[in-house]
């Protein structure tokens, strides 16, 4: 499953490359732009999209669908 989220509080492409780095954790492919405020992830059925939202809101920034 593919998924666009936008996100807020990323200032930098060191912001986006943290952020990408947290989500790789989940074992997931990701693609932060800094720019656009987007989060694109791919993952699968096993993964809930609440894991996702925690993480990205753990990482100090916000998340929506």
Known sequence: ??????????NCPSCAA????DLED????V???YKKGALEVEFNDKLKESEIFS???KSGYK???
């Not at 499953?1 to 990323?10: A, E, L, W």
């Not at 943290?18 to 780095?21: D, F, I, K």
């Not at 989940?26 to 492919?29: A, D, N, V, Y």
């Open 55 to 57: 993480l990205v809101e």
């Open 1 to 10: 499953m593919k998924k666009i989220y936008k996100i807020s509080g990323m």
């Open 26 to 29: 989940l074992e997931i492919k």
């Open 31 to 33: 693609k932060c732009s």
């Open 18 to 21: 943290l952020l990408e780095s």
């Open 63 to 65: 998340i929506q669908k």
